[in-house]
């Protein structure tokens, strides 16, 4: 069954940083384009980042565009997100999530079809 464990989440003030990692110990990750998403408390979830198995494409929301980075290591089966200038809404809790199309990088939550657990994400003010 594939698994996807995310870490990295913790409480940060306002302007730090964090980076996230999500692990598929399971399966290869060089099948499947990959997602960031995030659900604050009472709010849909919603795409934060996204990246193809090559990584010759990623995107982002206009929330994060210039804060975040997303990339992969398909040797270590593994995806990160570099979160930088944290500002309170950013509070929510991150999901990683595998999308079959691998050529494809989307905020469509249709499009994915394994996710992690999530992991929390504070910033305080």
């Given at each position: 069954?594939?698994?996807?464990?995310?870490?990295?989440?913790g409480?940060?003030?306002?302007?730090?940083?964090?980076?996230?990692?999500c692990?598929?110990?399971t399966?290869?990750?060089?099948?499947?384009?990959?997602?960031?998403?995030?659900?604050?408390?009472?709010?849909?979830?919603?795409?934060?980042?996204?990246?193809?198995?090559?990584?010759?494409?990623?995107?982002?929301?206009?929330?994060?565009?210039?804060?975040?980075?997303?990339?992969?290591?398909n040797?270590?089966?593994?995806?990160?997100?570099?979160?930088?200038?944290?500002?309170?809404?950013?509070?929510?809790?991150?999901?990683c999530?595998?999308?079959?199309?691998?050529?494809?990088?989307?905020?469509?939550?249709?499009?994915y079809?394994?996710?992690?657990?999530?992991t929390?994400?504070?910033?305080?003010?």
């Open positions: 069954q594939l698994q996807l464990v995310e870490s990295g989440g409480l940060v003030q306002a302007g730090g940083s964090l980076k996230l990692s692990v598929l110990p399966f290869t990750l060089d099948y499947y384009g990959m997602g960031w998403f995030r659900q604050a408390p009472g709010k849909e979830r919603e795409g934060v980042s996204c990246i193809t198995s090559s990584s010759d494409k990623t995107d982002y929301s206009d929330s994060v565009k210039g804060r975040f980075t997303i990339s992969r290591d040797a270590k089966n593994t995806v990160y997100l570099q979160m930088n200038n944290l500002q309170p809404e950013d509070t929510a809790v991150y999901y999530a595998t999308n079959p199309r691998d050529h494809q990088c989307t905020f469509d939550l249709e499009a079809d394994h996710w992690g657990q999530g929390q994400v504070t910033v305080s003010s």
